[in-house]
């Protein structure tokens, strides 16, 4: 079945440092892959997605690339900062053999930026 | 344009009780699913709705239940509470036309205690 595997976290970091949170996937098809966020007592926000092989999803400093051979989407940040704590969520789409747009998420991980 | 919002916020039941949550999607979306975030579970995917019909069902015993109205307004109940249905539930709703990012509401948090 699909799934989605993700980092341990929590992740813990100074402000100013580089962020890589490691994403990976499991489908049948070519997924749609997405990275939400969520701040404490809050829904899941869109961060950023992307759709096919090789796309960039962007957003507020945040990156990551659809890579189909490594099967990953890693979320990176060159520059974290205080506000960016919060818990992050890989997660995908697979339309494969019928129309669904059920997302399966990875268990989260937990950014935990430092002043 | 409002975001999706969900009623009540937050929640307090006994076991055995039932209960509906509310949820109402973005203006001109028709699509509405609804996920469980759990400490232990992570978040599993319950059921969406598209123009009032269940297109997609997740694995939750038949305790849980949904509709969708005619404006895309969206319920889901709850019967027979247990502890473990202690969780956050969030409503997603996006247009319905293709691939579409899903838009999460705030959630409402549920205690059975």
């Known amino acids: 079945g699909n799934s989605v595997t993700q980092m341990e976290g929590p992740v813990t970091l100074s402000e100013e440092a580089f962020l890589t949170i490691n994403c990976t996937y499991t489908?049948?098809?070519?997924?749609?892959l997405f990275w939400y966020v969520q701040y404490p007592g809050e829904g899941l926000q869109l961060l950023l997605k992307?759709?096919?092989?090789?796309d960039k999803g962007s957003n507020k400093g945040f990156e990551a690339t659809y890579r189909k051979e490594t099967t990953s989407f890693h979320l990176e940040k060159g520059s974290v900062q205080v506000s960016d704590s919060a818990v992050y969520f890989c997660?995908?789409?697979?339309?494969?053999?019928?129309?669904?747009?059920?997302?399966?998420f990875g268990t989260g991980t937990l950014l935990a930026v430092q002043p | 344009k409002a975001g999706v919002t969900q009623t009540p916020r937050y929640l307090i039941k006994t076991r055995g009780q039932q209960v509906t949550l509310s949820c109402s999607p973005i203006?001109?979306?028709?699509?509405v699913s609804w996920y469980q975030q759990t400490p232990g579970q992570g978040l599993q995917f319950l059921f969406e709705?598209?123009?009032?019909?269940?297109?997609n069902k997740g694995n939750f015993p038949g305790r849980f239940s949904g509709r969708q109205f005619s404006n895309s307004r969206s319920e889901m109940n709850v019967s027979t509470l247990e502890l473990g249905d202690s969780a956050l539930y969030l409503c997603?709703?996006?247009?319905?036309?293709?691939?579409?990012?899903?838009?999460f509401g705030p959630g409402t948090r549920l205690t059975v205690l």
């Open positions: 997603a709703s996006r247009s319905g036309t293709g691939y579409n990012e899903q838009f």
């Open positions: 489908a049948t098809g070519y997924p749609s």
């Open positions: 992307a759709t096919k092989a090789d």
């Open positions: 997660a995908l789409i697979s339309n494969y053999g019928g129309a669904t747009n059920k997302l399966i």
């Open positions: 203006s001109g979306h028709r699509s």
């Open positions: 709705y598209f123009s009032e019909t269940q297109r």
